[in-house]
C-alpha cells in the first residue's frame, strides 16, 4: 500500500511538472509571434495607426509627421540602420526611408522588403546658409555643367546602377586658389554617403568633390548627425550640406538650396 502511494506521488508531482512546463512554452511563443508580427501596406492611411521608425530630421520623419495619429507612434533614430535593427526586433511596424538606402539595407537582411509606390518623387539639392546666394549660384552653375557633360550621370550611375564604371577622379593639374568649402553631411546613408575605413564616400561625396574642383575649392568633409546639418550652415561652420536632402517648404525657412541634382522617393521597409 505504501509502495502504490509513493509511485501514485511520483505520478502526480511528474504529471504536474509537465502542465507547468507547457504552460511555460507556451506562453514563450506566443511572446515571439507578437513581436513577429507583419502588416499590411497598401496605402499612406494604411500608415496611420502603426508605430513606425525614421531617421530624425529626414524626409521620412517629416513625411509620417503628418501621416500618424499620435506623435508617439514616431520613433527617431539617429541612423537609418538603428531603425532597420528595431524593425528586425519587432520593437516597429515598419520604417520609412529614401528609396536607395533601403535597397542596400533590403540587400543585407533577407528577412525584409520594401513597398515602393506610397510617396511623391522628390528632389535632391544642396544646401546654403540662408541668404548665401552668391555660393548657391556657384553650386549651381558647377552642377550644370556636370550634368551637361555627364559627368553627374556618371557618379551616380556608378553607385546605383553599373558599380565601378566610373571612378571619379580630380583633373590633373587642378589648383585650389579660393581656399576651401566644408561640406556637412550624415554619413549613414549608403549609396549617397557612407564610410570606407576612415574617409566618407559615396554619391555626394563624388559630386561635391567634382563641383569644388570645378570651383577652385579644396574639399573638407564633416560627419555628423543629419539634423545637425542644417544648424551647422547656419552657424557658419559648415559652408554647404550634402546628404540626399530633400527641399521641402519647411527646410526652405531655414536654407537656401542650388538646383537638384537627383530624383528620389521615400520607400516603406516591413518584416516578409
Do not use: H
Request: aromatic share 8%; glycine share 8%.
Amino acid at each position: 500500500m505504501k509502495a502504490w502511494k509513493k509511485y501514485a506521488s511520483l505520478f502526480l508531482a511528474g504529471t504536474m511538472m509537465v502542465s507547468m512546463a507547457a504552460c511555460g512554452g507556451e506562453k514563450k511563443e506566443d511572446k515571439a509571434d507578437d513581436s513577429a508580427a507583419k502588416v499590411e501596406i497598401t496605402s499612406q492611411e494604411d500608415l496611420a495607426d502603426l508605430t513606425i521608425g525614421v531617421q530624425s530630421g529626414t524626409t521620412g520623419d517629416l513625411t509620417c509627421s503628418d501621416i500618424v495619429k499620435e506623435d508617439s507612434q514616431m520613433q527617431r533614430f539617429p541612423k537609418g540602420a538603428a531603425a532597420v535593427q528595431a524593425l528586425k526586433a519587432g520593437k516597429l511596424d515598419c520604417v520609412v526611408i529614401d528609396s536607395q538606402p533601403a535597397a542596400k539595407f533590403v540587400e543585407a537582411n533577407d528577412d525584409l522588403k520594401v513597398i515602393e509606390g506610397l510617396f511623391e518623387e522628390e528632389q535632391y539639392a544642396l544646401a546654403v546658409k540662408k541668404g548665401n546666394t552668391e555660393l548657391k549660384d556657384k553650386l549651381s552653375s558647377a552642377l550644370k555643367e556636370l550634368k551637361e557633360d555627364g559627368t553627374l550621370d556618371k557618379i551616380i550611375n556608378n553607385y546605383v546602377g553599373d558599380p565601378g564604371s566610373y571612378v571619379y577622379e580630380t583633373p590633373e593639374g587642378t589648383e585650389y586658389p579660393n581656399g576651401k568649402l566644408v561640406m556637412a553631411t550624415n554619413a549613414e546613408f549608403e549609396p549617397w554617403e557612407y564610410y570606407e575605413g576612415d574617409s566618407v564616400v559615396g554619391i555626394d561625396a563624388d559630386i561635391s568633390k567634382a563641383i569644388c574642383d570645378r570651383l577652385g575649392y579644396e574639399l573638407e568633409i564633416q560627419d555628423m548627425e543629419f539634423d545637425s546639418i542644417l544648424p551647422t550652415i547656419a552657424s557658419g561652420k559648415a559652408d554647404f550640406g550634402a546628404a540626399g536632402m530633400t527641399v521641402t517648404e519647411e527646410r526652405l525657412e531655414n536654407a537656401d538650396f542650388s538646383d537638384t541634382y537627383a530624383n528620389a522617393t521615400q520607400v516603406v521597409i516591413v518584416r516578409k
